[in-house]
């Protein structure tokens, strides 16, 4: 079971309204579950409230592992994942931007080289 509640009603806004500053436009997001190893040493994983969403072919995640407690992650396939490179964040407006704006720039990256340049 999870050791995180669910995403408050202010989460909820926060992510709708950081979503539409970056793609302007409202953006279907889901309610879902993911299962974390909370600390790597644990042999167990915990589910963990999770938001997903899917935008321009990319797949995005935040997981809610504790109160105030939240990781990240994006990818347009399995072996083409990414994270922040930090474990977690206490506050979900600093890991929604930091997303965000890693997602961006991956994303400008990659279209760079899919043109050949």
Known sequence: MSEASAFSDADWHLVQAALHERFGRQVNVEEVETEIRLNPADRELT????????????????????????????????????????EEYDNLGDCLVT???????????????????
């Open 47 to 86: 589910v963990c409230p999770a938001l997903y969403w899917k935008e321009d072919g990319c797949n995005f995640v935040v997981s809610k592992t504790g109160d105030n407690q939240f990781r990240s992650m994006f990818f347009w396939s399995v072996k083409d994942r990414f994270s922040t490179g930090k």
């Open 99 to 117: 997303t965000l704006k890693m997602q961006e720039e991956a994303a400008r990256l990659r279209d760079a080289e899919t043109a050949g340049g």
